[in-house]
């Protein structure tokens, strides 16, 4: 569904050149959920936009259902850090704004955003402004935004890093949910591992400076998954360990003989 190919980008500024990415290859399947974690830096914001086409690469290629990516596409929803909610729209307004965007019939488009709303804890809001709900109410009608459209493929950027805990795990619980049921693919971006291991289908471990796969791990642990007490801890916790150790290790390796 979404394939890169010697993907690098470049940037170019007053105080000098920044590779942020390297020689990325990278396929992800129809349907898969895909989460790239890295350190802060190793390009992994870019990676994303990359995908939705709002940053040209400056190498390799990159398409989506088969068509090269040159621009945004309407069947590929982003989901930033920050909700980025019109502040002069009501919640369902913001969450219809596509709708409006591509021209699409709002009267077909209403039930369903209610229906996203109640799904994510928010039915009776639909009338609120933005400034009068929590942050993490905020990132829920970013959610919904991003899933009115029905995409075919979900970028999300750390779209839970801002809220608590327990709400971050509450969101995560309903995005399985929602990638079971739509079958949409999905490429996470997060610097939690849980949050990684509890999502993906396959984690990509990006090192910095520049950005390269590092390496890519699978998490073959049965569906639906959870942060509390289950059936699979024992794996659960050996991928978070494989992980976390990629995420520490030095980025020259050391010579064979000091390795463990
Ligand atoms: N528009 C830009 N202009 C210049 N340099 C940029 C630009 N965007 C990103 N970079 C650089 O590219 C590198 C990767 O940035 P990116 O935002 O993709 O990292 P990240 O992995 O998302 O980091 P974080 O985890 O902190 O969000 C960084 O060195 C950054 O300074
Ligand atoms: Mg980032």
Same mark, same amino acid.
């Given at each position: 569904m979404i394939r890169l190919a010697g993907v690098s980008r470049t940037f170019t500024g007053r105080s000098g050149t920044v590779e942020a990415l390297r020689g990325i290859d990278l396929d992800v399947a129809e349907g898969e959920f895909v989460a790239v974690v890295g350190r802060s830096g190793c390009g992994k914001s870019t990676l994303l936009r990359l995908i939705a086409g709002l940053l040209p690469v400056t190498e390799g290629e990159i398409t989506v259902a088969g068509e090269r990516i040159t621009k945004a596409r309407r069947d590929i929803a982003m989901l930033f850090q920050r909700p980025a909610l019109l502040p002069w729209r009501s919640v369902l307004d913001n969450v219809l704004l596509p709708v409006e965007i591509f021209g699409w019939r709002r009267a077909a488009y209403s039930a369903r955003a209610q229906e996203l709303l109640d799904m994510v804890g928010l039915g009776g809001f639909e009338k609120r402004l933005p400034h009068e709900l929590s942050g993490g109410m905020q990132q829920r009608v970013s959610l919904c935004r991003s899933l009115i459209g029905d995409p075919r493929v979900m970028l999300m950027d750390e779209p839970f890093s801002a809220l608590d805990a327990l709400t971050r795990e509450e969101l995560s619980v309903e995005l399985q949910r929602v990638h079971m049921e739509s079958s949409a693919t999905i490429v996470f971006v997060t610097h939690s591992i849980d949050e990684a291991v509890l999502l993906a289908d396959r984690v990509v471990v990006l090192s910095p400076r520049p950005g390269r796969i590092r390496k890519v791990v699978d998490?073959?642990? @049965? +569906? @639906? +998954?959870?942060?509390? +007490?289950?059936?699979h801890l024992e794996q659960v916790a050996r991928c978070s360990a494989d992980l976390h150790e990629l995420l520490m290790e030095r980025d020259a390796p050391a010579p064979a003989g000091e390795r463990g």
């Open positions: 998490i073959d642990i @049965p +569906r @639906p +998954r959870s942060l509390g +007490r289950n059936a």
